[in-house]
């Protein structure tokens, strides 16, 4: 449903109060950095078997193997184990023939690499990535416009993150909550349609984000919060791992997650109906009848645990949007608009 007129008028006169007069994020916490460009196809990301595989030929490859996430690997505030990782070969810096597993691989993208421009050797990052920054290895917020939403998720693991994405070098929980904040994802979202969805975000639009100077009780109740959410969001995602292991431990024919597919990844969205027939078709074995009240029994009380985590989250978020709009000075009309269409 688009917006109507008046709706249109008052967001637009909002975002041109709140983008005025304020410090921007540029100014207080400085520019947002970009990822690791990895080449044509992503020649230079590889998943955890490639990278087991790599190990087990010759463990040195550990030294050039590194974690790496992409918008599709975060939610809002954390983001759990990486699946895929960097070959990290930066311009100058490493011989590959040192890494003979690490080589081989390599030679099976060697003709597209050395199409690349640049003065890079065929088997190094884009020359424009000259080394590893400190924005990557140390704690840092990293942000993506993940499924049309902006996301902001802190990285304490020294991840590597794709080009299309962001990063600040900051533990700071109160800049994480205010970047997740709803307030925040109007003012992303309404520079991106003004400057034409098809380039996405942009890093002038996290640029000019306003930071108001909090009061104490405000930056406090945020970062608390803030910090609250991260907790949530890692309990989780463990809760999700751990219904991955239980069911690839009991259905899966090897035992292992990886094995599991996208709908199984995704078992709090089905019912015992649809999670048996996806174990059928994925694995060519349904469960056995006399185990299904015991799937469903689990599958009914992790979900309940699952939506007991969500609420607490939901309160949190809603929690942060509330001290946002004390510290704009936003109106009950502004605040009713932004909560029915963000």
């Not at 065929?122 to 140390?138: C, I, K, N, P």
């Not at 919060?225 to 949530?232: A, D, E, N, Q, Y």
Request: proline fraction near 5%; aromatic fraction near 8%.
């Amino acid at each position: 449903m688009s917006l109507n007129q008046q709706e249109q008028e008052m967001l637009a006169r909002l975002r041109a109060r709140l983008l005025q007069g304020h410090r921007t994020l540029k100014e207080e916490y400085g520019a947002p950095a970009k990822g690791t460009p990895t080449g044509p196809g992503d020649a230079f990301v590889i998943d955890a078997a490639t990278r087991e595989s790599m190990l087990n030929q010759d463990p040195q490859s550990a030294a050039v193997l590194k974690p790496y996430v992409a918008g599709r690997d975060i939610d809002k505030w954390q983001f759990g184990q990486p699946s895929r990782w960097l070959v990290h070969l930066p311009a100058g810096k490493m011989n590959v023939d040192d890494y003979p597993a690490v080589r081989q691989y390599l030679e099976t993208h060697r003709a597209e690499l050395e199409k690349r421009p640049g003065h890079q050797k065929w088997y190094e990052l884009d020359g424009e990535y000259a080394s590893e920054s400190d924005t990557e290895v140390q704690p840092k917020i990293i942000f993506f416009q993940d499924a049309g939403r902006p996301a902001f998720a802190l990285d304490r693991s020294g991840a590597h993150f794709a080009h299309s994405g962001f990063s600040l070098p900051h533990e700071d929980y109160y800049l994480l909550g205010v970047l997740n904040s709803k307030l925040q994802r109007f003012l992303i979202q309404s520079q991106v349609e003004e400057s034409g969805v098809e380039a996405g975000v942009q890093q002038a639009h996290l640029e000019v984000l306003p930071f108001p100077v909090p009061l104490l009780e405000h930056k406090t109740m945020i970062g608390s919060t803030s910090h609250f959410c991260v907790k949530l969001a890692g309990e989780r995602d463990g809760f999700h791992a751990h219904m991955h292991q239980e069911i690839a431990q009991h259905l899966a024919p090897g035992g292992a997650a990886s094995e599991l597919s996208e709908r199984l990844l995704g078992w709090h969205l089905l019912d015992i109906v649809s999670f048996q027939e996806e174990v059928r078709r994925h694995f060519g074995a349904a469960i056995a009848q006399d185990m299904l009240p015991s799937w469903d029994g689990l599958l009914r009380e992790a979900k309940q645990q699952l939506s007991i985590i969500d609420a607490d989250m939901w309160r949190a978020e809603q929690q942060i949007d509330r001290c946002m709009y004390e510290m704009f000075e936003l109106s009950e009309e502004e605040i009713e608009l932004l909560n029915s269409r963000y």
